[in-house]
């Protein structure tokens, strides 16, 4: 069954949900599932925006064939090469041979790398400040480097005012029916799955995201169309509110995330404690994740979210808890900024994991990581309340 979705006067959306893929880019858990966004403007000449990932293809060739209701499509504008949005350009020109491909100097050299045919493909290259117009509206692009590719495009429609904006402001999970973040309620449904995918997707470009949100300031933008997830037509401040918090490394709380990793239970009870005795000072909002349970995308969002970050772990082979390294280098590679950190290290003969974890932290930027370290002999006991109390005392401070 075809399905398009109106958004505004011959803009429509034709893309797809899925909700099979485990993984996005066979990395990130995607439980709520994901929308690949491709929009189909119906004006005297007809485009679509981007296409969609090979695993709706079925859904969205469809979709695409249903919306053009027998005319021929003129123009396929790509403003992002990434597969998730690119796999079915070959299907779409296999179909229309005579459609112009319009992109940058850069998706062109992708293009031909995933595609060599697209050699021969009708091209019209663009760069920022060009515009393409179907009739009755006009598209201008704006180049978005490193958000979070290297050729990515945003286009702006004069005539609707929507901005189409590559995969800025998109999120995790499928649309449920519903087009607009209007239709639901964005902060239950959406607010910490779009955390998530901005953190580990688009986190490390946060110089670059601050550079298109300023050339953005200068439009007058009434509809956000994004790639992945639902358009935004009212209260665009809150997303944008949050896309200036999360791109300058700003938290959102001042609440304590807890991270433990633990062998055989011990630390986990050390973490308990901790959490205990920051909810007995006052501290709401407290958070305990085992960083062997926990897949690291959402303690990446976690780490967008607070900015007080608990780290508690065992010394393993002289060395950090494995899966606490991995989070930290995790961190270190999408390079999380601000943030106070608070270290407990467990060890039954040499603990020296808080040192370790410090030495890595300390390649973040405008980070604190207190001095006071929690050292744990295998297992806390009523000999450590004191120590306990002052590395709870020195969070609730910090
Ligand atoms: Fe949704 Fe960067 O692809």
């Not at 909700?19 to 599932?33: A, C, T």
């Not at 800025?168 to 087009?179: V, Y």
């Not at 902060?187 to 779009?194: I, K, M, Q, T, Y």
């Not at 995308?297 to 900015?307: F, P």
């Amino acid at each position: 069954m075809n399905g398009q979705k109106k958004i505004t006067d011959g803009i429509f959306w034709i893309g797809g949900s899925d909700r099979r893929l485990e993984r996005f880019e066979n990395i990130f858990p995607i439980p709520e599932g994901v929308s690949y966004n491709s929009y189909f403007i119906d004006d005297e000449k007809t485009a679509v925006f981007d296409t969609a990932d090979i695993t709706v293809a079925d859904q969205y060739i469809e979709n695409l064939k249903h919306a053009l209701g027998g005319r021929k499509l003129d123009y396929l504008v790509v403003l992002h090469m990434e597969p998730d949005h690119c796999s079915c350009i070959d299907k779409v020109v296999a179909l229309f041979p005579d459609v112009t491909v319009v992109g940058g100097k850069q998706t062109f050299v992708f293009m031909e790398q995933f595609f060599p045919q697209a050699k021969d493909f009708n091209r019209l290259e663009v760069k920022e400040g060009d515009t393409l117009s179907t009739g009755s509206h006009t598209f201008s692009f704006v180049a978005a480097p490193m958000v979070h590719w290297p050729e990515v495009l945003f286009a702006y429609d004069t005539a609707s005012k929507a901005l189409l904006s590559a995969d800025a402001f998109g999120t995790f999970g499928a649309l449920d029916g519903g087009i607009f973040a209007d239709e639901y309620d964005f902060e239950r449904d959406f607010l910490d799955s779009a955390r998530r995918y901005y953190a580990n997707i688009v986190g490390k470009y946060g110089p670059q995201v601050q550079a298109v949100l300023k050339k953005a300031q200068g439009l007058d933008i009434q509809m956000i169309l994004p790639l992945h997830g639902p358009v935004w037509r009212q209260d665009l401040n809150v997303l944008l509110d949050k896309y200036q918090k999360w791109s300058t490394y700003e938290s959102e709380t001042d609440g304590v995330i807890v991270v433990y990793g633990s062998l055989y239970g011990h630390t986990a009870s050390a973490a308990e404690a901790v959490a205990s005795s920051l909810r007995d000072k006052g501290v709401k909002g407290v958070k305990v994740y085992d960083v062997s349970g926990t897949d690291v995308s959402y303690l990446i969002g976690e780490v967008w979210r607070c900015r007080k970050i608990v780290l508690m772990c065992p010394t393993y082979n002289n060395g950090i808890y494995t899966p606490m390294e991995n989070f930290l280098s995790d961190m270190a590679a999408l390079s999380v900024q601000n943030r106070v950190f608070a270290l407990a290290q467990n060890g039954t003969w040499a603990p020296v994991s808080g040192k370790l974890m410090s030495e890595k932290l300390s390649q973040l930027k405008n980070v604190t990581v207190l001095e006071n370290i929690l050292t744990i002999k295998s297992a806390l006991s009523a000999k450590d309340t004191e120590a306990l109390n002052s590395f709870t005392d020195a969070i609730v401070n910090a």
